[in-house]
């Protein structure tokens, strides 16, 4: 049996590797659409185009982790509202904020650092979000997305981050130690 739980640990350890090395895709369908003129430009006439977008998800750098976690901390959810006689309109409100939260964080990890826009400054160069790029992105999601694909995009941004040995490499670092680790690999 011990063998058996080292070796499906082994094995999930081996995919979430594989899954953080190649990303995740995801396709959405939107519209597009392009104004065309007509009699010398008198006329204009709107053709509507659908088309298929393509992003991915890979694993985030460090700032980006930092990012997600300052959405993260935004998630709150009041029990007692949900519990209360109006506990309907509380699971609305909070469905609709919290999905364009979701929708914000699927944002931020697919734009990764291209989110960041270098500005020069005395001797540094200092790094800024691009609000307008993220805002975008989200709306796109926010208005594209079903919740049952929000929530599968949601767990893989989720599995990416890796959180798991992040902090426990962080609580290696941390402890004192008078002997060596035990290597588990």
């Given at each position: 049996?011990?063998?058996?739980?080292?070796?499906?640990?082994?094995?999930?350890?081996?995919?979430?590797?594989?899954?953080?090395g190649?990303?995740?895709?995801?396709?959405?369908?939107?519209?597009?659409v392009?104004?065309?003129?007509?009699?010398?430009?008198?006329?204009?006439?709107?053709?509507?185009?659908?088309?298929?977008?393509?992003?991915?998800?890979?694993?985030?750098?460090?700032?980006?982790l930092?990012?997600?976690?300052?959405?993260?901390?935004?998630?709150?959810?009041?029990?007692?509202?949900?519990?209360?006689?109006?506990?309907?309109?509380?699971?609305?409100?909070?469905?609709?904020t919290?999905?364009?939260?979701?929708a914000?964080?699927?944002?931020?990890?697919?734009?990764?650092?291209d989110?960041?826009?270098?500005?020069?400054?005395?001797?540094?160069?200092?790094?800024?979000?691009?609000?307008?790029?993220v805002?975008?992105?989200?709306?796109?999601?926010?208005?594209?997305?079903?919740?049952?694909?929000?929530?599968?995009?949601?767990?893989?941004?989720?599995?990416?981050?890796?959180?798991?040995?992040f902090?426990?490499s962080?609580?290696?670092?941390?402890?004192?130690?008078?002997?060596a680790?035990?290597?588990?690999?």
């Open positions: 049996m011990n063998n058996d739980n080292k070796r499906q640990l082994e094995q999930e350890r081996q995919e979430l590797n594989t899954l953080i190649k990303g995740v895709s995801f396709e959405i369908k939107d519209v597009e392009k104004t065309q003129s007509r009699f010398f430009g008198l006329l204009k006439k709107h053709v509507r185009n659908e088309v298929t977008r393509k992003y991915t998800i890979n694993e985030p750098t460090l700032a980006t930092d990012r997600l976690s300052r959405e993260w901390v935004e998630f709150a959810i009041d029990d007692d509202a949900l519990k209360s006689a109006d506990g309907m309109t509380a699971a609305r409100t909070l469905a609709r919290q999905a364009i939260r979701c914000r964080v699927i944002a931020i990890a697919v734009l990764g650092e989110r960041l826009i270098p500005m020069p400054g005395i001797g540094c160069t200092r790094w800024i979000e691009d609000e307008r790029k805002d975008e992105l989200t709306e796109l999601f926010a208005r594209t997305i079903k919740p049952s694909r929000l929530y599968q995009l949601y767990s893989v941004v989720n599995t990416m981050c890796n959180l798991g040995d902090v426990n962080i609580r290696l670092m941390c402890t004192e130690r008078t002997t680790p035990n290597r588990i690999e």
